[in-house]
C-alpha cells in the first residue's frame, strides 16, 4: 500500500510551457484534490475531483485544468506555465461521506517557473 | 464560509518544557478539527482530529490537543517537546454540513515549532 503517490518531485518550467503533474492512489478513496502551498498563506485548494468523471473548481483554480478518468488518478496539468504559479503542490484523498474522514498527501511536487 | 486562524507563526519551546500551538476556528454546525505536520522537504502528515465525544484528542508522537466548543478553539499541545518535534503544523477544519465541495477542508496558514537544547 503506497498511499498516495507525485511525480515529478522537482520540476523547473520556462513561461508559456506546459506540463503534467501525476498524482495517484491506491486506497480506493473517492476524493481526489489538488492544494499549492505558499510561504505564508497555508495550502488552497485548485481543484477537487469526488469521483471518476467527476470534477469541481476550489479556491484557486485559474490556469489549472484536472480530470478523473480513474479512481485512482488525478492529474493537474498546468496549460501556459507562468511565474505566479511557482509552488509547492500537493495530492490528497480521502474516503467521501463522513466529515471526519482523514485526507492524506502525497509528498508533493516542487514547481518552478522561470 | 469555514477559516482557521493559527495567531502565531512561530513557536519557540526548550526541550522538555511542554508546548502549545495555538488555533481557532469559524465553521457553521459542528466543526470537524485536524491536525497535521509537515516535516522539511515532505508532505503533510495526519497528527490527530476531532469528531465527536471527549474533549482531549490524543494522536500520533505523543501530541493531544484540547476542543473547546465556547472559546472556538482546538489548540495541539504536548507534555514534553522533543527536539525532533520541529517542524510546521497545521491546523484544518471541515463543517458538518457537507456541500458539492464534498470533503473540503480549510487549512491554517501554519506555525512553525522551533524546539531547541
Known amino acids: 500500500n503506497a498511499g498516495v503517490t507525485q511525480t515529478p518531485k522537482f520540476q523547473v518550467l520556462k513561461t508559456g510551457q506546459s506540463m503534467t503533474l501525476q498524482c495517484a492512489q491506491d486506497?480506493?478513496?473517492?476524493?481526489m484534490s489538488w492544494y499549492r502551498q505558499d510561504p505564508g498563506m497555508g495550502l488552497r485548494l485548485i481543484h477537487y475531483?469526488?469521483?471518476?468523471?467527476?470534477?469541481d473548481q476550489g479556491e484557486v483554480p485559474n490556469g489549472y485544468n484536472v480530470s478523473r478518468s480513474t479512481t485512482e488518478d488525478f492529474p493537474l496539468r498546468l496549460l501556459s506555465a507562468a511565474p505566479s504559479q511557482t509552488s509547492v503542490y500537493f495530492c490528497?484523498?480521502?474516503?467521501?461521506?463522513?466529515?471526519?474522514?482523514?485526507?492524506?498527501f502525497g509528498p508533493g511536487t516542487r514547481l518552478t517557473v522561470l | 464560509a469555514q477559516s482557521v486562524a493559527q495567531p502565531e507563526d512561530q513557536v519557540n519551546v526548550a526541550e522538555g518544557n511542554p508546548l502549545t500551538v495555538k488555533c481557532t476556528y469559524s465553521?457553521?454546525?459542528?466543526?470537524?478539527l485536524f491536525w497535521y505536520v509537515q516535516y522539511p522537504n515532505r508532505g503533510l502528515q495526519f497528527l490527530l482530529k476531532?469528531?465527536?465525544?471527549?474533549?482531549l484528542v490524543k494522536g500520533s508522537y505523543g501530541f493531544e490537543a484540547e476542543f473547546n466548543k465556547s472559546q472556538t478553539s482546538f489548540h495541539l499541545k504536548k507534555p514534553s517537546a522533543l527536539v525532533s518535534d520541529s517542524a510546521l503544523y497545521f491546523c484544518?477544519?471541515?463543517?458538518?454540513?457537507?456541500?458539492?465541495?464534498?470533503?473540503?477542508?480549510?487549512f491554517g496558514t501554519g506555525t512553525q515549532l522551533k524546539v531547541e537544547l
Open positions: 486506497m480506493n478513496h473517492e476524493y
Open positions: 475531483s469526488v469521483g471518476a468523471g467527476i470534477t
Open positions: 476531532y469528531i465527536t465525544g471527549d474533549n
Open positions: 490528497a484523498s480521502s474516503l467521501l461521506g463522513d466529515p471526519g474522514d482523514t485526507q492524506y
Open positions: 465553521v457553521s454546525g459542528n466543526p470537524y
Open positions: 484544518a477544519v471541515r463543517g458538518y454540513i457537507l456541500t458539492g465541495g464534498g470533503n473540503k477542508l480549510t
